[in-house]
């Protein structure tokens, strides 16, 4: 059985989604959806008709009589009003992301039925299966302890802190359209998992969400893969044998990517699994990958559950899709708590948070350096900025990890590219490049388009190779 790509429904595309502050920071897009436009649009056309109308003397000639009043107007009543909403929107964007860090989990001892509490009260994110009886207690996992991060972060108050990770809400019976657990990967995941968890909580019918449960599984082990791959790549100071064993896994890696088909669904999990040896002898490599891929006494591990997804992606690739609304509803009732199993279990993304960075400045008083970044997590398109001061330089325009050691880069495994098609910038993951010269074949996260990049395709190659004994 092969791995085939992700294919779109054949569903008609949606209409355009509203984009808040998309056009000139201020207004949303589209813009005859915004009622902020219309109030600025029609003040500046009322005062326009008004001021040539009136008969009052002025020494001013009409026409800039007229210009100087629609300034005046449409920035006092249009701009400003829009300007304060703009504030009021990241107000309101920062205490949502913060909201869920003063959450705690359930009491010592309470039973599974604790789980049934609402998404605003997160509970542990031990898995149960639908069969336990209510009365036995949940298996609690000792937490870690917390470690202060030697970075000092600028704005205290950001959202994303390595140093107190959230865990994912506990499995539920609710549809996926209300799932609990859904709910929290929209808001904590990086981006590209938490937009596909959008897209299929959104989708109208069985079918669509059948085809987004499959995309969201293969975008969830795509990320955990490149998440562990640029933390493993940007490991120092380690021991021989840890490093050695880091640069075999990145090995297998490049040469799936070097490979005639590209990295597919089944490369991603089979690189996972391949990882287990790794964190089980070096399991602080990294933060979080161990409990992932080890399963416990009541739910299977992160590369069952990708895999029991995969196999289903093949079955829909060779032909044996549901043919009918009610066939489709009974496969995703099947496949979708093996999706929700698996965000719980790749709770450790939520502790990495995915950084891209905008500018980068040196300070030489404290020879420091001031790093401005977008914070790519969750699923809303306008991603939040945040300030760091970290004692080393980063690039700019690149997607970076926020590890407890210090920022690590993703590329060349993600990257902010240009999609000609999209005809604006998305995130693109790696799926192939050549082996001796050429560029690198990335596909967006978002709609699977092809965007290739010469640069990145030289960072592939430069990956380590395989070494010989």
């Known amino acids: 059985m092969t791995d085939a790509p992700r294919v779109p429904p054949s569903a008609p595309p949606a209409p355009r989604s509203k984009r808040r502050n998309a056009v000139l920071a201020l207004y949303d897009s589209p813009l005859y959806r915004d009622w902020a436009f219309w109030m600025t649009a029609g003040w500046g056309l009322i005062t326009a008709v008004a001021i040539p109308a009136g008969d009052q003397p002025s020494s001013l000639p009409v026409w800039l009589d007229t210009l100087l009043a629609v300034l005046t107007f449409v920035i006092l009543f249009g701009v400003f009003p829009t300007w304060l909403r703009l504030l009021i929107r990241r107000w309101l964007a920062r205490r949502r992301r913060r909201q869920p860090q003063s959450f705690a989990g359930p009491s010592p001892g309470s039973g599974d039925g604790a789980a049934a509490e609402s998404a605003q009260r997160p509970t542990s994110p031990d898995v149960l299966p639908p069969s336990q009886p209510s009365s036995q207690p949940a298996h609690r996992q000792p937490s ?75 975008i969830l082990a795509i990320s955990a893969s490149v998440t562990a791959a640029a933390v493993l790549q940007g490991k120092t100071g380690g021991s021989v044998e840890s490093d050695e064993s880091g640069r075999r896994s990145l090995s297998t890696l490049r040469s799936a990517l070097l490979a005639r088909g590209g990295a597919t669904f089944g490369t991603w999990t089979n690189w996972l699994e391949a990882l287990r040896l790794f964190v089980a002898s070096h399991p602080g490599a990294v933060p979080g990958l161990s409990e992932a891929l080890y399963g416990d006494a009541h739910a299977a591990d992160l590369v069952d559950q990708l895999n029991a997804l995969r196999t289903e992606r093949n079955r829909a690739a060779h032909g044996d899709r549901p043919q009918s609304a009610g066939e489709a509803t009974l496969r995703v009732t099947e496949i979708g708590p093996h999706l929700e199993q698996a965000l719980i279990k790749a709770k450790f993304l939520t502790q990495l948070p995915w950084l891209l960075t905008i500018s980068c400045s040196y300070q030489p008083r404290s020879h420091t350096f001031d790093v401005v970044a977008h914070d790519v997590m969750g699923d809303h398109p306008d991603f939040e900025r945040c300030e760091f001061t970290w004692p080393n330089p980063v690039a700019t325009d690149v997607f970076y990890i926020l590890n407890p050691e210090g920022p690590v880069s993703l590329s060349p495994f993600v990257a902010s590219l240009f999609c000609p098609q999209c005809q604006q910038m998305e995130v693109c993951y790696a799926t192939r490049t050549t082996k001796n010269s050429g560029p690198a074949a990335l596909k967006s996260f978002a709609r699977g388009h092809t965007v290739h990049s010469a640069d990145l395709g030289d960072e592939i190659r430069s990956l380590p190779q395989g070494t010989t004994r």
């Open 144 to 218: 870690s302890p917390q470690t202060p991060s030697p970075h000092q972060h600028r704005a205290p108050a950001q959202p994303h802190s390595v140093q107190q990770p959230v865990p994912l809400t506990k499995y539920g019976t609710e549809p996926l359209s209300s799932s609990a657990v859904l709910a929290d990967a929209r808001r904590m995941m990086p981006h590209p998992v938490a937009r596909a968890i959008r897209t299929l909580q959104q989708a109208n019918t069985s079918k669509e969400q059948y085809e987004a449960v499959l995309d969201a599984a293969e």
